[in-house]
């Protein structure tokens, strides 16, 4: 018998993945992102196929975090202000006043990490996630100290605020209510 055989070879640069989401749109349209190298690249989920969405992911960065809000993908890689896509096109976000490494959403405000003081956290106005106030920021859990913080997570109306050593719970829905606590260090919704 006769057959046919189809390959297809795939190469890319060497490289790990810097960061990797999966999104889905207004209209449930499920969409993959990842980082590597220099690039964001977006696969098409029907054929598999990637193309480059934007080439100015930091050089020396090492991971880069994703948040998706109101149909844009929002990203930091630590080197520079955040980045935001919005499936037409990629753009610094630059209003932004500090270098973000970390980014997430919540209570309608998305929150960043500053990528050079460590124990600074900064956010966006309400729903205006690319417009920022000179006094929107907060140090966990002081200023110039050690325990610099590594990761966030929303839940159930608080952001927990991972530093090496210690969690952090930020309460409130607005600025002027905000307060930033220590969580319990064994005990609790979430432990190290």
Same mark, same amino acid.
Not at 95 to 122: M, Q
């Given at each position: 018998?006769?057959?046919?055989?189809?390959?297809?070879?795939?190469?890319?640069?060497?490289?790990?993945?810097?960061?990797?989401?999966?999104? =889905?749109?207004?209209?449930?349209?499920?969409?993959?992102?990842?980082?590597?190298?220099?690039?964001?690249?977006?696969?098409?989920?029907?054929?598999?196929?990637?193309?480059?969405?934007?080439?100015?992911?930091?050089?020396?960065?090492?991971?880069?975090?994703?948040?998706?809000?109101?149909?844009?993908?929002?990203?930091?890689?630590?080197?520079?202000?955040?980045?935001?896509?919005?499936?037409?096109?990629?753009?610094?976000?630059?209003?932004?006043?500090?270098?973000?490494?970390?980014?997430?959403?919540?209570?309608?405000?998305?929150?960043?990490?500053?990528?050079?003081?460590?124990?600074?956290?900064?956010?966006?106005?309400?729903?205006?996630?690319?417009?920022?106030?000179?006094?929107?920021?907060?140090?966990?859990?002081?200023?110039?100290?050690?325990?610099?913080?590594?990761?966030?997570?929303?839940?159930?109306?608080?952001?927990?605020?991972?530093?090496?050593?210690?969690? =952090?719970?930020?309460?409130?829905?607005?600025?002027?209510?905000?307060?930033?606590?220590?969580? =319990?260090?064994?005990?609790?919704?979430?432990?190290?």
């Amino acid at each position: 018998n006769a057959f046919s055989l189809y390959t297809s070879l795939y190469t890319s640069t060497a490289g790990p993945v810097k960061g990797l989401t999966r999104v =889905y749109d207004s209209s449930n349209n499920g969409t993959t992102f990842f980082a590597h190298t220099t690039h964001l690249y977006e696969v098409d989920d029907a054929d598999g196929s990637t193309t480059s969405v934007d080439s100015n992911i930091g050089a020396s960065s090492n991971y880069v975090d994703f948040e998706f809000v109101n149909d844009t993908l929002y990203y930091a890689d630590g080197t520079q202000k955040p980045r935001k896509y919005d499936f037409t096109s990629s753009s610094q976000v630059s209003a932004a006043p500090y270098n973000a490494s970390l980014v997430i959403e919540h209570v309608g405000l998305l929150f960043f990490l500053d990528a050079t003081d460590k124990n600074r956290i900064f956010w966006s106005n309400f729903a205006a996630y690319e417009t920022f106030t000179s006094t929107d920021f907060l140090y966990v859990p002081s200023p110039k100290r050690s325990d610099k913080v590594t990761a966030f997570s929303s839940l159930n109306g608080v952001l927990y605020i991972f530093t090496r050593s210690n969690k =952090y719970q930020l309460m409130g829905r607005r600025t002027a209510t905000f307060r930033l606590d220590e969580a =319990y260090g064994k005990k609790g919704t979430f432990s190290q």
